[in-house]
């Protein structure tokens, strides 16, 4: 006979308390307009992705074990369709339009991407200590990512990524194998934003290299030394790769005074409606900044203002708290659960939530660059939404099916 628990309130509390913390912040932050259009958005896509979860909760955990690679190939190809239909938007075409509602492909095909790299590294035939088996694994995140990069979207490539290394270290291949790959393409990035950031980082990398090798290899240099060069490459021909918008953003992060009347604007109003907050917030409805729209994007990448105005450290320090809550829980199962595709799945999603929320509210803080990416079930977006509830949805289910799923 199936032995089965029940609903895991421990997980499903923190997800009402966010999503309702969310409809409550979009309706704020739209209230001043007088236009509520996008709040009974969001509330018919939580709806929508309420019954999302019903659907993954009740769902064989077999069959989206087995469906994984078919879902994958099914949200590259609306990461590819997006690309020839796709709807353009502040300058990214990542949107495709479904009647009254726009839907962003690549938050369904980031949970996609989960499910696949989770069921290969899951595989029994997949073996941790081969190379060509690394790639495979490394190549299907990184397909998605830079189907999503030429929309172009930099934020969300960024979040695609963020799973790999958690993942694949889980899943037991040689770390040092993985930094040898990944510690070029990281020096190359970082020569967006300095030189001395850029050296910096090669002395911490080539110190971690030595520190898990036990000593200084001939190699370390040389693998350190090329993403070395490639970052000072960057550095001084980064005009001529990234647009002047994103430089823009760049230059604010380092100095908001630079241009506070344009690219810092932003920044700096995140900073005039979190402060002004103080420890009680100015009460629901009531903040200045809020209310008087002086953040455009408050209801999207800036809506963390809203709540630490209106609602102040304590509302903030709440979110928070209930962000913690739903993240320690996933963790728990990680370790509770005696399954290898449920771990992997599980070690993705708390990577892809805690990027989500470190970059959203450090970049309201100014201790990030302004990249645009949402607060997870607070930012309005459909796809959002629905995407995250559907991944707690898989986690209830996984905690449901508990004793089923170890072996």
Excluded at 131 to 154: C, E, G, S, Y
Excluded at 273 to 292: D, H, M, R, V
Aim: hydrophobic share 55%; aromatic share 12%.
């Amino acid at each position: 006979m199936m032995k089965q628990h029940g609903v895991d309130y421990w997980l499903l509390g923190p997800l009402a308390g966010l999503v309702v913390f969310g409809l409550m912040a979009v309706y704020s932050a739209t209230n001043g307009s007088g236009d509520t259009t996008l709040f009974y958005r969001q509330l018919t896509w939580a709806l929508v992705g309420v019954v999302a979860m019903m659907f993954v909760y009740f769902n064989d955990v077999r069959v989206i074990k087995d469906g994984s690679y078919i879902f994958y190939i099914l949200g590259m190809l609306m990461l590819v369709a997006v690309l020839i239909f796709g709807r353009k938007i502040a300058g990214q075409t990542s949107w495709v339009r479904i009647g009254l509602f726009s839907f962003q492909p690549s938050e369904i095909a980031k949970m996609a991407t989960i499910l696949a790299l989770a069921r290969f590294l899951s595989d029994d035939e997949t073996d941790i200590h081969s190379l060509p088996h690394l790639l495979t694994a490394l190549a299907i995140p990184i397909f998605p990512a830079v189907l999503i990069m030429l929309q172009p979207d930099m934020g969300t490539t960024l979040t695609a990524l963020s799973f790999i290394a958690p993942m694949i270290i889980m899943a037991g291949f040689d770390i040092y194998i993985l930094m040898i790959l990944v510690v070029p393409l990281l020096l190359l990035l970082t020569g967006f934003f300095s030189v001395w950031f850029v050296v910096g980082l090669s002395v911490l990398l080539l110190a971690a290299m030595m520190v898990q090798k036990q000593g200084f290899k001939p190699h370390q240099l040389a693998v350190v030394g090329s993403g070395l060069a490639a970052g000072l490459f960057v550095h001084r021909f980064a005009g001529e790769i990234l647009k002047p918008h994103q430089m823009k953003r760049i230059q604010t992060f380092l100095d908001p005074m630079s241009d506070p009347q344009g690219a810092g604007y932003n920044a700096l109003q995140a900073k005039i409606a979190i402060s002004s907050g103080g420890l009680f917030g100015k009460g629901f409805l009531e903040g200045t900044q809020t209310q008087l729209r002086f953040i455009p994007a408050q209801w999207t990448d800036f809506i963390f203002c809203v709540i630490a105005e209106e609602f102040g450290f304590i509302g903030s320090a709440l979110l928070i708290m209930l962000f913690a809550a739903l993240t320690l829980r996933l963790i728990w199962a990680i370790f509770s659960i005696k399954n290898r595709f449920v771990e992997l799945t599980l070690a993705g999603f708390v990577s892809l939530l805690l990027i989500h929320v470190i970059i959203n509210i450090g970049m309201t803080l100014g201790l990030i660059p302004v990249i645009g990416v949402p607060l997870p079930f607070i930012s309005y977006g459909g796809s959002s939404l629905v995407g995250n509830m559907i991944m707690v949805g898989l986690a209830l289910n996984f905690f449901h099916n508990k004793r089923n799923l170890g072996y």
